[in-house]
T-cell receptor
Framework: DAGITQSPRHKVTETGTPVTLRCHQTENHRYMYWYRQDPGHGLRLIHYSYGVKDTDKGEVSDGYSVSRSKTEDFLLTLESATSSQTSVYFC???????????FGPGTRLTVT | DQQVKQNSPSLSVQEGRISILNCDYTNSMFDYFLWYKKYPAEGPTFLISISSIKDKNEDGRFTVFLNKSAKHLSLHIVPSQPGDSAVYFCAASAKDFGNEKLTFGTGTRLTIIP
């Protein structure tokens, strides 16, 4: 399995505050992803990156932004958190030469 | 528009019996399919995959079957063990849309009864 860590693992924040979630991988993978998992929706892609400073939107990107300044780090920012962004967020990575993605342990975010 | 569908939210199977998890897809451009397993409070882990040029792939107790004409795949677990209790996600990717993206189903919670 790829070495992927996420921080923080749990966070409670108030509506309207900015929040940044961090994903760090040690596998030198080119591609990185942010998903959210919600009951009844499975895993939905928020944003992904295909290289340093190269990012693109997924299916549920509204209200989120990302940045990738180094191969190993991919940041997800909620500029102004809303209660609808309460979810479990997963980061994943892959080489691009294979279809399988490898996931981090997740961050549980609660917006009150 | 759900392109990958897992119509059974949950499934209970007796230990030692066969577990069959199903997945349907609508996008005919999908050419590679994967199954992930997820335990509570952990990230999904890759289990098994199949290319559209095959109709079966086997790895130990796990076998995935693909029926392209029906746009249907299934995961068979034989024999089922208590440690198989988890949520299983089906996923698909389309080469022409970029190998690097996966579309996931909503998941099926499998419970193995001892």
């Amino acid at each position: 399995d790829a070495g992927i860590t996420q921080s923080p693992r749990h966070k409670v924040t108030e509506t309207g505050t900015p929040v940044t979630l961090r994903c760090h991988q040690t596998e030198n993978h080119r591609y990185m992803y942010w998903y959210r998992q919600d009951p009844g929706h499975g895993l939905r892609l928020i944003h992904y990156s295909y290289g340093v400073k190269d990012t693109d939107k997924g299916e549920v990107s509204d209200g989120y932004s990302v940045s990738r300044s180094k191969t190993e780090d991919f940041l997800l920012t909620l500029e102004s958190a809303t209660s609808s962004q309460t979810s479990v967020y997963f980061c994943a990575s892959t080489t691009g030469a294979q279809r399988e993605q490898y996931f981090g342990p997740g961050t549980r975010l609660t917006v009150t | 528009d759900q392109q990958v569908k897992q119509n059974s939210p949950s499934l209970s199977v007796q230990e030692g019996r066969i577990s069959i998890l199903n997945c349907d897809y609508t996008n005919s451009m999908f050419d590679y399919f994967l199954w992930y397993k997820k335990y509570p409070a952990e990230g999904p882990t890759f289990l098994i995959s199949i290319s559209s040029i095959k109709d079966k792939n086997e790895d130990g107790r796990f076998t995935v079957f693909l029926n392209k004409s029906a746009k249907h795949l299934s995961l068979h677990i034989v024999p089922s063990q208590p440690g198989d209790s988890a949520v299983y996600f089906c996923a698909a990717s389309a080469k022409d849309f970029g190998n690097e993206k996966l579309t996931f189903g909503t998941g099926t919670r499998l419970t193995i009864i001892p």
